[in-house]
């Protein structure tokens, strides 16, 4: 699947997949970022939006609000088509190392099975503008593929998160996933 320009094939399965299978799965992942209500949540790497969606559920009622950040051009556009519902979305279309995003601004910020397609040249800029995105008391909450044909290992995601002065303060392993929960270092 490209990450960029996914084709309509690649779209209609993803969301399939979704709805069916993924949907637990996306679930248990927004239930472990503890969402109250009045949260500024950062959705990187949103594609068509599905935890997106189930965010701005569960800020919708308190003021909280859900930013989706994609790369693909067409995954914001997919998003935008299946969440135009939500008023609490916003969508910021391209690169996170160069876009205009205040310093600070997030109080968590969601990366689901994303950095591991992320060009390994790159992640440490990616991982660096999430850092800043992040407020000072904010949390970081990855998920990643942990099988070994396609997934970064679990150590290295704690290395590029420490390189910008995050600390795991929480996480679960499995054969199928390694979740992670990095807030900035005191």
Same mark, same amino acid.
């Given at each position: 699947? $490209?990450?960029?320009?996914?084709?309509?094939?690649? *779209?209609?399965?993803?969301?399939?997949?979704?709805?069916?299978?993924?949907?637990?799965?996306?679930?248990? /992942?927004?239930?472990?970022?503890?969402?109250?209500?009045?949260?500024?949540?950062?959705?990187?790497?949103? #594609?068509?939006?599905?935890? &997106?969606?189930?965010?701005?559920?569960?800020? &919708? @009622?308190? #003021?909280?609000?859900?930013?989706?950040?994609? !790369? $693909?051009?067409?995954? +914001?556009?997919? &998003?935008?088509?299946?969440?135009?519902?939500?008023?609490? +979305?916003?969508?910021?279309?391209?690169?996170?190392?160069?876009?205009? !995003?205040?310093?600070?601004? /997030?109080?968590? !910020? #969601?990366?689901?099975?994303?950095?591991?397609?992320?060009? &390994?040249?790159?992640?440490p800029g990616v991982v660096?503008?999430?850092?800043?995105?992040?407020?000072?008391? #904010?949390?970081?909450?990855?998920?990643?593929?942990?099988?070994?044909?396609?997934?970064?290992? @679990?150590?290295?995601?704690?290395?590029?998160?420490?390189?910008?002065?995050?600390?795991? *303060?929480?996480?679960?392993?499995?054969?199928? /996933?390694?979740?992670?929960?990095?807030?900035?270092?005191?």
């Amino acid at each position: 699947m $490209s990450i960029v320009d996914p084709g309509r094939l690649e *779209v209609a399965m993803f969301i399939a997949m979704a709805r069916t299978v993924g949907h637990r799965e996306y679930r248990k /992942f927004v239930d472990s970022m503890g969402l109250w209500g009045g949260e500024s949540v950062m959705d990187f790497g949103s #594609g068509p939006g599905v935890i &997106a969606g189930m965010i701005a559920e569960r800020l &919708a @009622q308190d #003021g909280g609000r859900v930013t989706c950040v994609d !790369i $693909s051009k067409t995954w +914001i556009e997919v &998003a935008k088509r299946r969440l135009g519902k939500y008023s609490n +979305i916003v969508y910021m279309l391209g690169d996170i190392r160069t876009m205009p !995003i205040p310093k600070e601004t /997030f109080d968590v !910020i #969601g990366v689901h099975y994303v950095l591991h397609d992320v060009d &390994a040249e790159i992640r440490p800029g990616v991982v660096a503008a999430l850092a800043r995105a992040l407020k000072p008391d #904010g949390r970081v909450l990855i998920d990643e593929p942990a099988r070994s044909n396609h997934s970064m290992p @679990q150590e290295e995601v704690r290395r590029l998160l420490g390189e910008v002065g995050l600390i795991e *303060v929480h996480s679960k392993k499995t054969w199928l /996933f390694y979740l992670g929960e990095f807030r900035k270092k005191d």
